[in-house]
């Protein structure tokens, strides 16, 4: 299995899942997840579990690495926010989270563009959770810039989730950006 180590190499998106599904022994689940431009406090993403929501039923050749693969589409001020903040809320199960890591890589055009090394040092059993991040975001030429604007396989990550060093979660993301009206941000 991989290790944190292993994770910090990578300088390309990975090419499959570095664990399985059910690695998810202590029962993380994300409830709710918001991405903001610390600077202007806009929103640039919200999404949350609903909690009355009947669990989902799959048809038996289900693809379950979709269930941890997501595909964002961001307006292009998303590129000029100097600091980004995220909070994540989820749920842990009957067992103490020590040391919950997490190892986030971006990659564009095969290629590291940043890296994010976030520690939640413990979280209780069977309670809720919410986590905090806040990334310096990278400063881009015009013309990388560019090229994320108008790329139709975008910006891709890999997210890796680790207790006391052991692999419990991968989810992978892609990012592609949209032009939008200035006037009226």
Not at 30 to 38: E, N, P, T
Not at 73 to 85: C, D, I, M, W, Y
Not at 126 to 137: L, P, R, V
Request: hydrophobic fraction near 35%; proline fraction near 5%.
């Amino acid at each position: 299995m991989a290790t944190p180590a292993d994770c910090l190499k990578h300088e390309e998106s990975t090419d499959k899942f570095m664990c399985a599904l059910d690695a998810n022994q202590y029962g993380v689940e994300f409830l709710s997840f918001k991405i903001r431009d610390v600077e202007s406090k806009q929103t640039i993403f919200e999404v949350a579990k609903d909690a009355n929501a009947p669990t989902p039923e799959y048809p038996p050749d289900f693809d379950y690495d979709l269930l941890r693969t997501i595909s964002y589409q961001f307006p292009s001020n998303f590129l000029k926010a100097k600091t980004v903040g995220t909070t994540l809320k989820f749920k842990v199960g009957s067992q103490p989270l020590k040391n919950f890591r997490m190892i986030e890589r971006h990659y564009f055009e095969k290629k590291l563009v940043k890296s994010y090394d976030f520690n939640f040092v413990f979280c209780m059993p069977d309670s809720t959770n919410e986590w905090e991040a806040i990334y310096e975001m990278p400063e881009l030429d015009a013309s990388t810039t560019q090229r994320m604007l108008s790329s139709t396989e975008g910006t891709k990550s890999d997210s890796f989730y680790f207790v006391d060093g052991q692999l419990i979660m991968h989810n992978k993301a892609s990012y592609t950006y949209y032009e939008e009206d200035e006037s009226k941000i």
